[in-house]
C-alpha cells in the first residue's frame, strides 16, 4: 500500500489559483496511475483527474480547462494545478491509487475553500 499525503490547499477567491500536492511513499514510477478525487461539503466524494504513467491524463468535464496535471518524479509528486477556481471547487481534495481505492484507503485531503 502506497502512502500518500496532500498538500497545498487554502482559502482563495473566485477565479483565483492554487496548486496541489501529491507525495508519495514511494517511487512515483512505480504507480501505474495516481487519481484525485474531491468530496464538497454535504456531498459524496467525486472523481476529479488521474495521471498515468504513461503521462496520460484525464480531467471530469467541470475542470476541463481549469485544472491541469504534472509531476515530479524526483520529488515523488504529482501536482493538480487549479486555475480560474469557482466556488463549486470547494471540496477536500484526495489523492489516491487503484491499490488504495480498492481498501478504501484515503489519506487526510487538504482543503480547497473558494469564495465568490
Known amino acids: 500500500q502506497v502512502q500518500l499525503v496532500e498538500s497545498g490547499g487554502g482559502l482563495v477567491q473566485a477565479g483565483g489559483s492554487l496548486t496541489l500536492s501529491c507525495t508519495t511513499s514511494?517511487?512515483?514510477?512505480?504507480?501505474?496511475?495516481i487519481h484525485w478525487y474531491r468530496q464538497p461539503p454535504g456531498k459524496q466524494r467525486e472523481w476529479v483527474a488521474y495521471l498515468t504513467d504513461k503521462r496520460i491524463r484525464n480531467y471530469v468535464d467541470s475542470v476541463k480547462g481549469r485544472f491541469s496535471l504534472s509531476r515530479d518524479n524526483a520529488k515523488n509528486t504529482v501536482y493538480l494545478q487549479m486555475d480560474n477556481l469557482k466556488p463549486e471547487d470547494t471540496a477536500v481534495y484526495y489523492c489516491?491509487?487503484?491499490?488504495?481505492?480498492?481498501?478504501?484507503?484515503w489519506g487526510p485531503g487538504t482543503q480547497v475553500t473558494v469564495t465568490s
Open positions: 489516491t491509487t487503484p491499490f488504495n481505492l480498492d481498501s478504501n484507503s
Open positions: 514511494r517511487s512515483i514510477d512505480t504507480i501505474s496511475v
